[in-house]
């Protein structure tokens, strides 16, 4: 029944970032270190998992973005939890996007940077970040002045199930809260086969993202599940839907990336950041509040 798949599991692991960096004179970042402490998917499967050595899913693709900083250090801490774990649509990037991409805007807040030109110039210029952030930045209109009470935000990411970039632009409302506008996502396919399929697996992890991000989710009290059905762990609905626009990129090439995750990762980031360009307020803990 649906009591049984919501309350049972088993469900997407928590994960606790912390952040540091130092920047230099221009602003440049010369020292980054993400440190993660999280209970562990393979250790909830697992007999045999080695709790002495770092956890590459629990770290997943922190690692692995091309901004050039010459001093980085990644981390993972373990941490005990009896709740049944399991994969979720991009796995561990649901989360750890969310921290790492949000601070990227946070230090190119610090430096007096606009957040998407911040990124371009920790690039290569040849880089399929920089050519994927350079579609965007043109696709939203980045540069575009925005009314009073909006704003806009942007996060890519990077990781083994492929990559994709996107903006939000949200507006507030007049009592207070947040509406998302609209989001523009870019996806780097290298040869793709078949767009109509790209276009809907992107806006499909696209809503899934905004309920992840936004909705109640799951929570615990005396050893059980409080949450039961769509009454109490809601999804997005359509009225709430905003307008999602796909762009592909499909350069050709050996590899063929994939399709059907790389479209939520950046969504929780994106959407965080352009709240704050609205309102001034950061979001550090998902879920969080329009």
Known sequence: TREDDTQLGPFRPMTFSAMKAALDS???PVAFQ?????????AALRKDYDRTKSDETMMEAVSSQEYDIPNVQNRYVFADLHIPLGYWRAVTSTTLAFAHECFIDELAEKAGKDPLQYRLSLLPPQSDTARLLNKLKEVSKWDTPLPKGHGRGMAQWLFFAGHCAQAVEVAVQPDGSVR?????AVIDLGTVVNPDTVKAQVEGAVV???TAATKSGITFAEGRTVQSNFHDNPILRLSETPDIEVHILA???PVIKGAGEPGLPPLAPALANA????????HRRMPFDL
């Open 208 to 210: 899934m993202a905004i």
């Open 180 to 184: 998302i506008l609209k989001v523009w």
């Open 251 to 253: 350069e050709g090439g």
């Open 34 to 42: 993400h440190k993660v402490t999280a209970p562990s998917i393979d």
């Open 275 to 282: 709240i704050f360009q609205a309102t001034g307020k950061r």
């Open 26 to 28: 221009a602003g440049r």
